[in-house]
């Protein structure tokens, strides 16, 4: 069973149908409101299959008290705190920043190696990248939904900037997609000041 450790059961499902025929339809979503984090959960093949089956029994409002559960059972397990101010959020968010800057600073793709993709620097900064920036900037994103309260607009936007570089990190240094990926915004650096 050593194959099985690479099976996946989760299936994404939308919270409100992808389409206008489907359950959960809402018409005035766009179909980028309907791709969008806030509107998938991850749910079994079996669960998936059932609440897309009896979507009257299974309305948006249950999903998303389902999803807001999960969500903070991860949280908690992953010892993601809600702060009561920004200058505590600060200190949390500045230590991972910090972090991810010194790797970014020893053994990013600025350095000299930067025309030479087959030099050990490059692997170095891909392994650096994939144990050390992905996880920190994931767990960031943890930290600032669970206290977006605390966040202004502007930078709720950044917060936003952030998740598509980090997503684009994910995509190209796990998946392996040679795309190319939206740069740090540099205003993440004093996020919560």
Not at 13 to 42: C, M, Q, V
Not at 140 to 161: P, Q, S, T, Y
Request: with cysteine.
């Amino acid at each position: 069973m050593d194959d099985a450790k690479h099976v996946h059961i989760a299936e994404m499902a939308h919270i409100f149908a992808a389409s206008d025929d489907g359950p959960r339809a809402k018409a005035e979503l766009t179909e980028a409101e309907r791709g969008l984090y806030e509107n998938i959960i991850l749910l079994c093949a079996n669960c998936h299959k059932v609440v897309d089956k009896i979507p009257d029994k299974y309305p948006d409002g249950l999903i998303r008290i389902w999803k807001l559960e999960h969500s903070g059972r991860l949280n908690a397990a992953f010892g993601i705190k809600k702060f009561k101010n920004r200058p505590e959020l600060r200190i949390e968010i500045e230590r991972l920043l910090g972090e991810n800057k010194e790797v970014h600073e020893m053994t990013g793709p600025d350095l000299d190696y930067r025309s030479n993709p087959e030099a050990p620097e490059a692997d170095m900064w891909k392994a650096r990248v994939r144990s050390t920036i992905i996880p920190n900037s994931n767990l960031m994103i943890r930290i600032l939904d669970a206290n977006v309260d605390l966040l202004d607009d502007c930078e709720r936007k950044v917060f936003a900037k952030f998740k598509m570089h980090v997503r684009g990190l994910m995509l190209r240094h796990i998946e392996g997609r040679d795309q190319v990926n939206i740069m740090f915004p540099k205003e993440m650096e004093s996020i919560g000041v």
